[in-house]
Nanobody, 120 residues
Framework: QVQLVESGGGLVQAGGSLRLSCAASRSIFSLNAMGWYRQAPGKQRELVASITSGGSSNYADSVKGRFSISRDNAKNTVDLQMNNLKPEDTAVYYC??????????????WGKGTLVTVSS
């Protein structure tokens, strides 16, 4: 079964923090690099942070030094700690494999995401 469930979004003032969490089915999580992506209104979805099964992480320049990705391989979860949030971080945030899942029918699979809104 393929499943991704994101949580933890909300409304926060600029400079604030949020912690997002993603629960993934084992078939997705096991031995795969995972990532957090975001899609702002009118923009394409972008990868903001990724982490390998061994714990090595990478970040988009726009979030480097502010966001931190972590994973728990025993629980099949991946978290994103977001600090010093800015209005431009406003987006729907998704987790997925890195690169993202492609189903056998050729379509991509994404969870519902979690909305982060940062007010100025």
């Amino acid at each position: 079964q393929v499943q991704l469930v994101e949580s933890g979004g909300g409304l926060v003032q600029a400079g604030g923090s949020l912690r997002l969490s993603c629960a993934a089915s084992r078939s997705i999580f096991s031995l795969n690099a995972m990532g957090w992506y975001r899609q702002a209104p009118g923009k394409q979805r972008e990868l903001v942070a990724s982490i390998t099964s061994g714990g090595s992480s990478n970040y988009a320049d726009s979030v480097k030094g502010r966001f931190s990705i972590s994973r728990d391989n025993a629980k099949n979860t991946v978290d994103l700690q977001m600090n010093n949030l800015k209005p431009e971080d406003t987006a729907v945030y998704y987790c997925n494999k890195n690169p993202p899942i492609i189903l056998t029918n050729g379509l991509g699979y994404w969870g519902k995401g979690t909305l982060v809104t940062v007010s100025s």
